[in-house]
């Protein structure tokens, strides 16, 4: 099916979005009048009136004609005199491929490239072009593979596809706009009515009177109903749209291996999913690391930092190249799994192309540090912006951890505010421990049936995961908040730690780590005995 087929299918199914609206705001209509002449009264009241109120939000999706500017992903605009070099890319890929080069170029922070087209006429006539290209897939891939995922962006636009997806979009945000508002009025509906009937439950129970049971299961039912008609019709519109979208898919990696190579092809087709998963690891183990202290990495390591993990990471990168996704992500995923996309083209005859290492992609760039800290103040959001920058990675995992530890609330904590009346502490527990009251103290904790109904040594044991956890938490936090924990930070492994006390003089963190643990132990044994605990503790402050 060619482009304008493509194209006029898509127009087909958008205005069968229309004809969805015009149908309901008919049976609506058709309601109102049955009411007015068959009803009297108040009923005829509610019903017009609940008629208006759906049709509101079903007469707004019908006018979205316009998908709004600035949809496209956040990230910096960098012009042809700022980086020469991957402008000369671009525009060589695209005379190789045969289409027109963009015409601008964005730096985003995702593992992604992608291509967009604001066409004239609903998609039949070719309009400006964007390319969104991923600083991250520029750290992690070679510039050859580089160029092969570029050539694949490229066959989506000799194919007509971009100007196809401007249908297609605009059909997803009419249908999840309109779908969304009706939930968005259940879900206002249904909350309404929980805090009416709560506040009515309360003024019972303070009466001496039983209370009723939350019940909001009728709440928003007809817009919950509208909405299950768009979602039913939107399922619709995305099989029938994205029917053709996994050929296009298999048509772009050929125009890739055709202009890129082979080996290149298929090498960056392995590696996105893998720097994929790296770069959510990253971002939630090391660059969002200090949002609980209010703490950024140093500038331009927020994206700077993810080559650095890449490189001491290169073992288990190797192993996540090697598993590959055999299935897509949903049954509406435009992209076939990554599996057969490699296969497809490791089965090509081999060219000789695309297969040496020419570089990392972030060379591309004039001057990369300059660039991934203007990255960062283009798509971080205002209020994260405003966080305190940390001199060095180990000050962040330092400062992080300290808030964490700062912040602890465990279910210990929690039983232990019932012994004490300042805030609950280690000294105060292990006093409690010394008293003989631990397993009484136990009992507060949240428990199973089975736990709960468990005696003797039967509960010790249901008890003692969560006491062991709690209880280790807190012994690091008695001494972050003495300023006596030392954190090692590493690219390649998790953070470690270094205690004060007995435990420095052990050999390593698994002796730091083991010394902790039999301390733990011997507290919480059968007979509890605390004096490894407090020989890890420093003496206490004297007062001056």
Request: glycine fraction near 8%; include cysteine; charged fraction near 20%.
């Amino acid at each position: 099916m060619g482009a304008t087929l493509r194209a006029l299918r898509a127009l087909v199914l958008l205005c069968g979005f229309y004809l969805l609206g015009l149908v309901l705001l008919a049976a609506l209509a058709a309601l109102d009048v049955a009411s007015v002449t068959w009803a009297h009264g108040a009923v005829t009241g509610k019903i017009v009136l609940v008629s208006v109120v759906l049709a509101i939000p079903v007469v707004r999706g019908m006018f979205m004609l316009r998908t709004p500017e600035g949809d496209g992903p956040v990230g910096l605009a960098v012009t042809e005199a700022a980086e020469p070099r991957l402008w000369a890319l671009v525009r060589e890929l695209a005379v190789a491929t045969g289409t027109r080069a963009p015409d601008t170029i964005v730096l985003t922070g995702d593992v992604n490239a992608a291509v967009s087209e604001n066409p004239r006429l609903l998609g039949l006539r070719p309009g400006p072009r964007s390319l969104y290209l991923g600083v991250p897939l520029l750290t992690g891939l070679t510039e050859a593979q580089l160029r092969a995922v570029l050539a694949h962006e490229y066959g989506h636009f000799t194919g007509g596809d971009t100007r196809l997806s401007a249908l297609v979009v605009r059909g997803r945000v009419q249908i999840g706009r309109t779908v969304g508002h009706f939930r968005a009025k259940a879900d206002g509906k249904q909350a309404a009515e929980r805090a009416r009937q709560q506040q009515a439950a309360a003024k019972r129970t303070a009466k001496g009177k039983q209370a009723k049971e939350v019940d909001t299961a009728g709440a928003g039912v007809t817009y919950r109903l509208m909405a299950a008609i768009y979602t039913a019709y939107a399922k619709l519109y995305l099989r029938a749209t994205l029917s053709t979208a996994r050929a296009q898919e298999y048509a772009a990696d050929l125009a890739a291996a055709r202009i890129a190579g082979r080996d290149a092809t298929a090498s960056a087709l392995r590696e996105i999913p893998a720097l994929a998963a790296a770069h959510d690891f990253y971002l939630e183990s090391y660059a969002t690391l200090g949002v609980t202290a209010r703490q950024l990495p140093p500038h331009g390591q927020f994206f700077g930092g993810f080559g650095r993990m890449l490189t001491a990471r290169e073992a288990e990168l190797t192993r996540l190249r090697e598993k590959l996704p055999t299935e897509p992500a949903s049954p509406y995923d435009s992209h076939p799994p990554i599996a057969d996309r490699v296969q497809r083209i490791e089965e090509l005859p081999a060219d000789g192309r695309g297969g040496q290492d020419d570089g990392p992609a972030l060379a591309l760039l004039a001057d990369p540090a300059r660039t991934l800290a203007a990255l960062e103040d283009a798509v971080l959001t205002d209020e994260v912006r405003q966080f305190e920058r940390a001199g060095e990675w180990e000050q962040l995992l330092g400062s992080s951890m300290a808030a964490g530890l700062a912040s602890l609330d465990t279910p210990l904590h929690r039983a232990l505010a019932f012994y004490t009346k300042d805030r609950p502490t280690l000294p105060a527990l292990l006093t409690v421990i010394d008293d003989g009251q631990l397993w009484q103290l136990a009992q507060r904790l949240p428990l199973s049936e089975q736990a709960a109904a468990a005696k003797g040594r039967a509960f010790r044991e249901f008890v003692r995961p969560v006491l062991r956890d709690s209880l280790q938490s807190m012994v690091l936090a008695e001494f972050s908040a003495r300023s006596l924990l030392h954190w090692e930070f590493s690219w390649s492994r998790p953070a470690s730690l270094r205690l004060p006390g007995s435990a420095s003089d052990l050999d390593g963190e698994a002796g730091t780590e083991a010394a902790l643990a039999a301390a733990v132990d011997a507290a919480l044994a059968d007979r509890p005995d605390t004096a490894p605990l407090r020989a890890l503790l420093p003496p206490a402050p004297q007062p001056a």
